[in-house]
């Protein structure tokens, strides 16, 4: 096969090399998981089983056709028959969950799009259609499979088998790239997305190698193609020669030199060139993540996703977790961080984020009851969780965040909620930080534009500039489409940023910006410049963005800083902004 290149949007940092497995091959669309090594033997019953079911099916059929059936469909049924008991589609997909330890529905859409690769190459039309029979077939035996997926086993593990995989998408939801988390996949390629989708977003946390918005890569590519991404250009090159392969080795390996170099500032505080101290944290999506945010020498937990918790649950865990169970996780990321401050970020779902529970198609969603608009409505599933972040208090530096605040009233109302959380441990004795601080994300433009109406009801600001964005271009953030329309240096994003920083400074309370921006290295000088001296993000681009802050004179910017706030010529920004990054040393 010919090696060629797709061009997407690049979403997190580096190189990687191996081969696709696709998610969603055709028009098959199912959940993707492994099962842990225990539940193999059980997986593979479970697909035997269903291929018994539609074989059984499909001889029932035949033997009520009216006598006066067309001739075809009995020829059609046997078409199937055939087929289904056919090794390569019985067997071969029992092997991949033996090996891969896929579920059986991957296992099966895996091995039903290796075949029609391989009919894709046939010469005669009739055969080459023929396809089209093996993956109907394919779709009775899913439905079956589907009718029982409730009771599937939801474990996953880290695999071998898996070091090398690459996987390839149309898209993947929040919620499904969790169930990745601890396999060892090595990139993601998907046709959807935008530079801060929330898929992007998790992969950026990973510290895994991604592109997305690549438009029909999930076409293009076939089951187990080598693949090259290259992260940074935002590149994937399907199919490449060895000798290419060879090259990006030798950059790869480069680039994890530089790593561990920077590795070795962990414990330097990140002070720049003239003495000013920037505070860098970490943002998390799970507990477990503040491990690699500590690692990273983060100074606190800047964001914790908590809707992370709540999303994607199957099975047993498929009710909204309880206060024990998000006490619990809050907790854990608390004692993780050793006393460094965790701010929790309340439950912000929706848009791209849904809740399984109780979910209903809404026009848009990103503009719906969605994050502090859902809590104050659903006040029970809000108080159960402030209850759970107030009791991680008494083991830690915990501070509440308050997601898409716009109305003054809804920074009252959470606060009086909170009041009622505090008095009813009071009340049960259970111990927690009374003086827990409380700020909220400034993410919506109308709330950058009144900071002065609720700014001194609150301890902190943090500047969530991926909705920022969205909402103020008037953009989905995670539309491809759109994609080219997503500029953080448009000249009303800098406006906004610049009236949140002077009005937390005014109000004398601190401000952070723990959107995607604090974590892009291109723009880490212009934010310093304009004041911001708290800067959240993954944990994999800390020590990076540490290098930046210790190589900057931040006094010295502040001129090219103001020109850049002062113009609205898209081009003289760049311009402005190229200059500020290539400003080597200032001493
Ligand atoms: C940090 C942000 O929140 P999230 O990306 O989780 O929506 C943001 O909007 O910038």
């Known amino acids: 096969m010919a090696s060629f290149t797709l061009q997407g949007i690049p979403v997190s940092r580096g190189i990687t090399i191996g081969r696709a497995h696709l998610l969603r091959p055709a028009a098959m669309d199912v959940k993707h998981y492994l099962v842990a090594q225990e539940q193999v033997e059980a997986e593979v019953e479970r697909l035997q089983r269903a291929i018994d079911t539609v074989q059984l099916d499909l001889q029932s059929i035949w033997s009520e056709l009216p006598t006066d059936a067309p001739t075809e469909l009995g020829a059609f049924l046997d078409v199937h028959a055939l087929i289904l008991s056919d090794p390569m589609v019985s067997e071969a997909p029992l092997?991949?969950?033996r090996t891969r330890h896929y579920n059986a529905e991957w296992a099966l859409v895996t091995q039903v799009d290796v075949l029609s690769a391989q009919f894709d190459e046939i010469e005669d039309e009739y055969l080459r259609e023929r396809k089209a029979d093996i993956q109907q077939v394919a779709e009775r035996v899913l439905k079956v499979l589907t009718g029982s997926a409730d009771q599937l086993p939801r474990a996953v593990g880290v695999d071998e088998q898996n070091a090398n995989m690459i996987v390839v998408a149309k898209d993947i939801s929040p919620a499904d790239m969790m169930q990745f988390r601890d396999v060892a996949f090595t990139g993601f390629v998907t046709d959807e997305g935008g530079t801060n989708s929330h898929t992007a977003i998790v992969s950026r946390s990973l510290g895994i190698p991604a592109v997305v918005g690549l438009g029909n890569a999930s076409h293009l590519i076939r089951q187990?193609?080598?693949?090259?991404?290259?992260?940074d250009a935002g590149v994937v090159i399907v199919a490449p020669s060895p000798l290419l392969i060879e090259q990006y080795r030798q950059q790869q390996a480069v680039l994890l030199k530089a790593r561990k170099k920077l590795g070795k500032l962990k414990k330097t505080p990140a002070i720049s060139l003239d003495g000013i101290e920037v505070t860098l944290l970490a943002n998390i999506e799970l507990p477990e993540d503040a491990h690699a945010a500590l690692e990273a020498g983060a100074s606190g937990v800047g964001l914790f996703r908590s809707e992370f918790l709540f999303m994607g649950r199957t099975g047993v865990e498929q009710h909204l977790p309880s206060e024990e169970e998000q006490f619990l996780a809050y907790k854990q990321a608390v004692q993780t961080m050793k006393g460094r401050p965790v701010t929790i970020?309340?439950?912000?779902?929706?848009?791209?984020?849904?809740?399984e529970h109780g979910e209903h198609n809404i026009l848009n969603p990103a503009l719906g009851l969605r994050a502090i608009r859902y809590c104050l409505k659903e006040p029970q599933i809000f108080l159960t969780q402030l209850r759970a972040i107030l009791r991680a208090s008494a083991f830690g530096t915990v501070h509440i965040l308050i997601p898409m605040i716009a109305h003054a009233f809804e920074i009252d109302q959470s606060l009086a909620m909170i009041e009622q959380a505090k008095e009813s441990l009071r009340i049960e004795r259970i111990a927690f930080d009374e003086n827990v601080q409380v700020g909220a994300m400034i993410e919506i433009p109308a709330a950058a534009l009144s900071l002065p109406m609720f700014v001194k009801k609150l301890d902190f600001l943090s500047v969530g500039t991926n909705d920022l964005i969205q909402y103020t271009l008037a953009i989905d953030r995670a539309d491809h489409e759109v994609a080219h329309l997503y500029n953080d240096t448009h000249p009303a994003i800098l406006q906004l940023l610049s009236m949140t920083v002077s009005a937390a400074e005014k109000a004398a309370i601190p401000v952070a910006i723990c959107g995607g921006m604090a974590g892009d290295i291109k723009l880490t000088r212009l934010l310093?410049?304009?004041?911001?001296?708290?800067?959240?993000?993954?944990?994999?681009?800390?020590?990076?963005?540490?290098?930046?802050?210790?190589?900057?004179?931040?006094?010295?910017?502040?001129?090219?800083?103001?020109?850049?706030?002062?113009?609205y010529d898209p081009q003289v920004i760049q311009e402005l902004l190229t200059e500020v990054r290539e400003l080597r040393l200032l001493h």
């Open 95 to 97: 092997d991949i969950i």
């Open 224 to 231: 187990d193609d080598w693949l090259i991404i290259d992260s």
């Open 345 to 355: 970020r309340t439950l912000d779902v929706g848009a791209d984020k849904p809740l």
């Open 528 to 567: 310093i410049g304009m004041g911001f001296r708290e800067l959240s993000m993954p944990a994999a681009l800390l020590p990076e963005i540490k290098q930046e802050i210790l190589n900057t004179n931040i006094a010295a910017l502040e001129p090219a800083v103001k020109k850049i706030l002062r113009t």
